[in-house]
């Protein structure tokens, strides 16, 4: 499918043909990575060094000119109308280039599975990827990485900050082990204001930009007639006490000649103002700690908030309290932080998880997953009463220093009854105590105002959000058809002169893991589903057909209660008749496939007769029938 999109570029774009910037050649360095970093913006060199850089755009060599005909094509991985499994491939030419591969933690059914992007169009193309760019460290942009680099069967080029490409490394270490990979060989640290080159066609530039982890980053990608912009996750933190402030500076020299095209975050978008900043949280949180002065604290939270873990650090200091962390993946981030240098702790502020008891509750501050209600994280574990080592009081004050996400308010709601049967006092649902690293309208306005899009494309929300995300750019006067909203699986074409071609709506089938990380159909997934939910019946039948008899059945249950329903005598009794009666019709009918069209005459049997007292929710059935 070939639909042309007719775009109105002239509204939005005050750049004419005969001031826009001019190309540079770069294509001397060919396909092998070039890193250049830019001097720090202490500099008054840089200023007038910097504007020439971003006023440049890259030149083929002119023997490959029949190139400049072709055309950007952006497919659609993931990210768009959900929140989750972010990833979308650049092709230029005869090479692509990557940006995120995460996944989504799927609770929408009884069983939980690892949602990760649709990846059959890029292992059909295998050959012309060039690098992946992680815009940032947490897993739905990152999460799916060992499971691609398993399936392209060799390891590509990994770019991303420092806190990103250790969480990276991380993940991938055992399997370059077992494949005698050397990893350093391919996982490469960018700065802020850094420029790499990645093959003859793609150039990408690094700039700093405010979110909850470190290292995030606004991606500036070039092709030799496109200039492309990604946000990331972002929001406009002017209070951030933690990490590298968004680079204002760069983000408006870019702004000066605008992007082709800018694909931009989505996920508060409905919400009015600018985002709350983490230095607002900081203080709602120290008054809960000068208000509890004789309570010992447990503060649950997203382990991947490393902004909101280190306000609670910080004040657990300030306060003279000592620190307990609870959780792997909080465990894991805090020791990355301080190994990296971002954390300064005192030496002795962190106590063993196993020596919680041997302090006085009022001089702790525990740190711990579960803010959602997770079975599996450690609050609802302590809320339960079955964690090995901390036991709820009635002095203890429980805070939720997190937003409810849909779909988990049962299970966050059951754990603060749990944890307030127990004593405890519970803080939630305070907008005073969490700020989200996703920016609201205001802080999309300005982002907008900054880069001036020619073509801007919502892309990490749901559908609703993208709309919201659309609906500001239009207040804003960017064109109405100028502003696409991408599917899942969609791909599309931007010419030189940036018209837009949707090419193809492809199907979009997401890759499935089960909790062991075993890649599933979607048969099985729902199979799964199906007999957790509606439980299992087991048959085994031998047939003699001798004399069209029922020799033996037997019947394994699981997860139902039968026997208030039916006797396995009933249920004899009805088969054999039934056996006994259609056998010689079935084996006159079907000579050819006689046992097939047994096997499903017995399932439809089995089905008629427990169809008398299941009118919903059939029971899952699995027939092994044999014959003698």
Not at 345 to 358: A, G, T
């Amino acid at each position: 499918m070939n639909k042309e999109i007719k775009m109105n570029t002239e509204d939005n774009n005050k750049t004419t043909d005969s001031n826009r910037p001019r190309s540079r050649n770069y294509s001397n360095q060919g396909s092998s990575f070039h890193s250049k970093r830019r001097p720090s913006n202490s500099s008054r060199t840089f200023y007038r060094h910097k504007e020439k850089k971003l006023e440049a755009k890259p030149e083929i060599k002119e023997e490959k000119e029949a190139h400049e005909k072709e055309n950007l094509r952006i497919l659609f991985l993931g990210g768009t109308r959900e929140i989750g499994k972010n990833s979308t491939l650049f092709q230029y030419g005869d090479e692509s280039v990557m940006v995120d591969f995460g996944v989504f933690f799927s609770k929408a059914s009884a069983v939980e599975s690892i949602l990760l992007p649709d990846i059959n169009y890029l292992l059909d193309n295998r050959d012309k990827l060039k690098a992946i760019i992680f815009t940032h460290g947490h897993e739905d942009h990152i999460g799916g990485i060992e499971f691609l680099i398993k399936k392209l069967g060799f390891p590509i080029k990994m770019i991303g900050g420092l806190f990103t490409i250790e969480l990276v490394r991380s993940k991938l270490e055992k399997l370059f082990l077992e494949k005698g990979w050397k990893l350093n060989d391919y996982l490469v640290v960018v700065k802020g204001r850094e420029e790499m080159v990645l093959g003859k066609y793609f150039k990408a530039e690094f700039f700093d930009i405010t979110h909850s982890i470190p290292d995030s980053f606004f991606t500036l990608l070039y092709t030799p007639h496109h200039r492309i912009g990604h946000t990331g996750d972002f929001k406009f933190d002017l209070c951030n006490n933690y990490f590298k402030d968004t680079d204002f500076f760069s983000l408006a020299k870019i702004g000066e000649n605008g992007v082709d095209i800018l694909l931009s975050d989505s996920t508060n978008a409905d919400k009015d103002g600018f985002s709350s900043t983490e230095d607002d949280i900081y203080h709602a949180l120290e008054d809960k700690f000068l208000g509890n002065q004789e309570k010992r604290i447990i503060i649950s939270l997203f382990s991947s908030h490393i902004a909101r873990i280190f306000s609670a650090i910080r004040l657990t200091q300030k306060h003279n309290r000592k620190l307990v962390v609870a959780g792997n993946s909080m465990n894991k981030n805090i020791e990355l932080a301080l190994k990296l240098g971002y954390l300064d702790i005192k030496s002795n502020l962190i106590v063993p998880l196993e020596r919680v008891n041997s302090h006085h509750p009022k001089s702790l501050v525990i740190l711990c997953t579960g803010a959602q209600g997770e079975s599996n994280a450690v609050l609802h574990k302590i809320a339960n009463n079955n964690h090995r080592f901390i036991k709820i009081r009635e002095d203890d004050l429980v805070i939720l220093s997190a937003k409810t996400i849909p779909g988990n308010e049962k299970n966050v709601v059951e754990c603060i009854n749990k944890l307030m049967i127990n004593g405890a006092s519970v803080i939630y649902n305070d907008s005073y105590l969490h700020a989200s690293g996703h920016g609201y309208r205001n802080d999309i306005r300005l982002m907008l105002k900054l880069i001036k899009p020619k073509l801007f494309f919502p892309v990490h929300g749901e559908y609703c959000h993208m709309v919201s995300n659309r609906k500001t750019a239009t207040g804003l006067g960017l064109a109405y058809n100028n502003i696409y909203l991408a599917e899942n699986g969609d791909h599309v074409s931007i010419s030189k002169e940036k018209t837009l071609k949707l090419l193809e709506k492809r199907i979009n089938v997401p890759i499935i893991l089960d909790k062991n990380s075993i890649e599933i159909n979607r048969g099985t997934a729902e199979e799964r589903t199906n007999i957790t939910e509606k439980g299992l019946l087991s048959f085994s039948i031998t047939i003699k057909l001798e004399d069209k008899k029922l020799e033996t059945l037997s019947l394994l249950n699981k997860g139902l209660e039968i026997k208030d329903l039916f006797s396995i005598t009933d249920l004899e009794t009805f088969l054999r008749k039934e056996i006994l009666t259609k056998t010689d019709t079935i084996k006159k009918n079907y000579k050819d496939n006689f046992m097939d069209a047994m096997k499903k005459f017995v399932k439809m049997t089995l089905e008629t007769f427990l169809g008398q007292y299941y009118t919903d929710n059939m029971p899952v059935l699995a027939i092994h029938l044999f014959f003698s």
